[in-house]
């Protein structure tokens, strides 16, 4: 089976791309590689730089006919969402709603899209449920919930079935520290080798719900091979624990400092993961401190730095 998967030189898609090529599967990648970098890629994918708003994209569907597509591909992170509104909605939703389109005219039997958990914006319930009503405050939650619901529109109008999966705080091994947008992960991992403190926006007290590569990877699978999906589903993948960013910093160790909070960013999220058990039979394995020794534990290996 040939499977394309979009942002596949990200960090949720290399590791994907690596787990369907383990699997035997045939990959093709598509990345402009804004975000994400070449050299992560699995060598017996193939490779196609090119951006998902482009015209080309018809060209590629028809030359290698997938029958499955992940759309991950978009530019990630709250903070350049509410820098870039215009620049973001371009490839965020237009770009999405390319790939819907092309996928439907070539006949993909189905796809699975990466939403975020940033759709819920600050609810007044902890345990985030698929149930709710979205209230995105950030342009970057707001564009995933339109792409929620032109996966909708398009399972019914384009008989294409599309499933949203919204991704909570993704963390782990090979994570993008350079960026200036990285995950909190990343960017406290990157400060610690520089000998900087950890910088904290807010009193720290915000929580997250942390969920390892490793378990986001599986959910994916499991969500292709579901028999009990007919499109146009929303499933939380993330943790249905959560931990605050004061605790996060005093595992990684060092120095913090305190900023004031950033526009757009959420204080709570915490999934309700029952949906996912129940379509996808899946609940994450790793715990988060287990997650966050493994990923210590790489990037001390990578970057010959002497354990704490």
């Known amino acids: ?74 530019i990630p992170r709250v903070p350049v969402s509410v820098q870039n509104p215009v620049l973001t909605s371009e490839v965020n939703i237009v770009g999405s709603v390319n790939i819907f389109k092309t996928s439907a005219d070539n006949k993909v039997k189905r796809i699975l899209f990466a939403s975020s958990s940033s759709v819920y914006g600050d609810q007044k319930k902890l345990l985030l449920k698929e149930t709710m009503i979205p209230n995105p405050i950030s342009p970057y939650g707001l564009q995933k919930y339109v792409g929620e619901q032109f996966a909708k529109l398009f399972t019914n109008l384009y008989k294409i079935p599309i499933i949203s999966l919204r991704y909570f705080n993704v963390y782990g091994p090979r994570i993008n520290f350079d960026s200036e947008y990285s995950l909190v992960i990343g960017k ?10 950890l910088t904290i926006y807010g009193d720290g007290k915000q929580t997250r719900g942390f969920c390892y590569i490793d378990d986001v990877v599986e959910a994916n699978i499991k969500a292709m091979k579901s028999n009990k999906l007919k499109g146009g589903e929303v499933i939380n993948i993330g943790s249905d624990k959560s931990y605050s960013v004061n605790y996060l910093a005093d595992l990684i160790g060092g120095e913090k400092v305190y900023l004031p909070p950033r526009p757009g960013d959420v204080k709570h999220t915490r999934a309700d993961i029952s949906l996912a058990k129940k379509l996808l039979n899946w609940q994450p394995k790793i715990s988060f401190e287990e997650g966050v020794r493994r990923t210590i534990e790489w990037f001390e290996k990578v970057y010959k730095l002497e354990s704490p």
């Open 1 to 74: 089976m040939k499977i394309l998967v979009t942002g596949g030189a990200g960090f949720i898609g290399f590791h994907l791309v690596d787990r369907l090529i383990k699997d035997g599967y045939k990959v093709i990648v598509i990345d402009n590689l804004f975000s994400g970098k070449k050299e992560n890629l699995n060598k017996k994918a193939k490779f196609y730089k090119i951006d998902i708003c482009s015209s080309e994209i018809t060209k590629i569907f028809q030359r290698e006919k997938p029958e499955i597509v992940f759309h991950l591909a978009a």
């Open 188 to 197: 406290y991992l990157k400060l610690k080798k520089e000998g900087k403190p």
